[in-house]
Structure formats: C-alpha cells, structure tokens
C-alpha cells in the first residue's frame, strides 16, 4: 500500500515537472539550491555585540583606520551603541595622533546590531565605528564622520554629538 502511494507521488512529482515547459529539472534544481545558499547565508550573517576581536572602523580624525576590539567595558556579552571599550589600534595614518598597536579607549558609535528604541522602532547601522577618546572621557579627534545615533545623549556623550556631521 505505501509503495503503492510512493509511486503515484513520483508520478505526480514527475508530471508537475514535465508540465512546466521549456523550464527543465536541472535548472529549477539549480534555482531551488541557489535560493538554499541564500538563505543559509543570511543565517550565518547575524549580526551580534561587538566582542572580543570585532574590528572596528575608526570615523573621527584622530589618525587612526581600524581598531579591534580586546575587550567591552559594560556587560558580560559585548557592547553595543554607547557603550566603552578597549581597542589596539590595527591600522593608523603615518602622521597622526595615534599609532599603530597603542591600546586606546573608544566609544561604540554605530553598530550592525539592531537597537530598538521607545518609540518602537529599531535602529541599525551597516558598519561597526568607534570614536577614540583620551583618560578623561574626552574624544581624541576634532571631527566626527558620517551619522551619529541620538542615544549617545542618554549615554552623557554630548561632547560627540557636538562634534557630529549627522545625528540619526
């Protein structure tokens, strides 16, 4: 009986697929797996804290490019937007005022991982970015490239926002 009922399933599999045309099996099993790997890419695509080893891109002009992350100051996890964190400084402009491999203080200004906010909605950016900043708490750099979220007020970062092209 259930072989029975296997074969009039293949049967039917097999006129489905006979009836599409000049659409052959082997390429709507090409668009079904391309379709697969997509979706499992965007799996392992999530987006988490900033952790341990997360490199960061650098937006103000204090000299440095990239900086990675050695470790958050708040939370067990990571950091997220606002949040302070220890970095070693990867990649640095010749003539700045930071150089390669000096460990600096930064403060999380962008950040992939969605936040949300009261009013509901969510907020989240393309890169990671980071804002160095000197023992007092005070930026490095004179400028602050490219947008800035507003919950950095909430976090007493005023002097950022100050310094920032653009406050999202």
């Known amino acids: 009986m259930a072989a ?3 074969s009039r399933l293949s049967h039917v599999g097999q006129s489905v697929l006979g009836g599409l045309g000049n659409i052959s099996y082997g390429s709507l099993r090409t668009s079904l797996d391309c379709t697969w790997n997509n979706f499992l890419s965007q799996q392992q695509q999530q987006r988490t804290f900033i952790q341990m080893r997360t490199v960061l891109k650098v937006v103000d002009n204090s000299g440095a490019k990239k900086v990675m992350c050695i470790q958050a100051m ?3 996890k990571g950091a997220r937007l606002g949040d302070t964190i220890v970095a070693s400084v990867k990649e640095a402009h010749p003539n700045g005022k ?24 969510e907020v989240r950016f393309d890169d ?4 160095l900043l000197d023992k007092q708490g005070q930026p490095r750099g004179t400028r602050v490239f490219g947008p800035v979220p507003h919950e950095l007020r909430k976090k007493k970062h005023l002097k950022i926002l100050t310094l920032a092209e653009h406050i999202a």
């Open 4 to 6: 029975r009922f296997a």
């Open 74 to 76: 708040k939370g067990k």
């Open 98 to 121: 930071v150089k390669k491999g000096e460990v600096v203080y930064g403060v999380v200004v962008r950040a992939a991982m969605q936040r949300g906010r009261c009013d509901g909605s």
């Open 128 to 131: 990671n970015a980071v804002v």
